[in-house]
Structures are given as structure tokens and as C-alpha cells.
């Protein structure tokens, strides 16, 4: 059974950072397509990055491109999303989901074609 799990959300002020984690049981992390999204109040759900560890492909929205880095950990099992540079329109639940097949293309929109989901974590972005 594929269980992702978020960690790492909080309150953080504009402009400071803030790592997520999404710990994955059940698959090797190899193997999959792991990606981040985001769903603010009142707003569709938005893809946010996305990374192959097998290719060492990764994507970026362009909305978080200079700030937010993806980077995973096989031995863990786990992918982070370190963001920098957080801005209010930051604030949203961000979940970690995880597909065999997806093909994490360096460049265009991320769909939400994505197998499994983790439960979401709260990033809020105030002063």
C-alpha cells in the first residue's frame, strides 16, 4: 500500500523559508514520479514541482521558479520542497503525490494525473 505523508508546514513571515518533506512507504521512490501541489481558499489546485529520481528530471510552476527547490532522498524514501523567498500568495495546503508512469517534463504545467496523495500540509505566509 502507497502511503505519502507531508511534514514541515508552519507560519512563516514574507520572505522567510520554510523545507516541506513527503515521506513515501510502500514503493521505492526510484521508481516514481513525485510531485507537489498546492490549493489555496477559493483557488483550483495548482501544480508546484515535480521530480523524477530515476532521470533527475525535475519542473517548476513558474510562479515558484528561483525560490522553491526540489531535491529527494532514496535512502529515506522522502522528497523535499525547500521554499525561499515565501511570498502571501504562497499560503495554500500543499500535498505531495506519487505516479510510476507520470513523466516529469522539464517544461509546461503539471496535471494532477497523479496515482496516490498524501494528506496535505498548511503553509501560511503572514506578517
Known amino acids: 500500500q502507497v502511503q505519502l505523508v507531508e511534514s514541515g508546514g508552519g507560519l512563516v513571515q514574507p520572505g522567510g523559508s520554510l523545507t516541506l518533506s513527503c515521506a513515501v512507504s510502500g514503493v521505492f521512490l526510484y521508481d516514481y514520479t513525485i510531485g507537489w501541489f498546492r490549493q489555496a481558499p477559493g483557488k483550483e489546485r495548482e501544480g508546484v514541482s515535480c521530480?523524477?529520481?530515476?532521470?533527475?528530471?525535475?519542473n517548476y510552476a513558474d510562479s515558484v521558479k528561483g525560490r522553491f527547490t526540489i531535491s529527494s532522498d532514496n535512502a529515506k524514501n522522502t522528497v523535499y520542497l525547500q521554499m525561499n523567498n515565501l511570498k502571501r500568495e504562497d499560503t495554500a495546503v500543499y500535498y505531495c503525490?506519487?505516479?510510476?508512469?507520470?513523466?516529469?517534463?522539464?517544461?509546461?504545467?503539471?496535471?494532477?494525473?497523479?496515482?496516490?496523495w498524501g494528506q496535505g500540509t498548511q503553509v501560511t505566509v503572514s506578517s
Open positions: 521530480v523524477r529520481t530515476s532521470s533527475g528530471g525535475s
Open positions: 503525490a506519487a505516479d510510476r508512469t507520470y513523466y516529469c517534463a522539464p517544461n509546461g504545467r503539471l496535471s494532477s494525473l497523479f496515482a496516490y
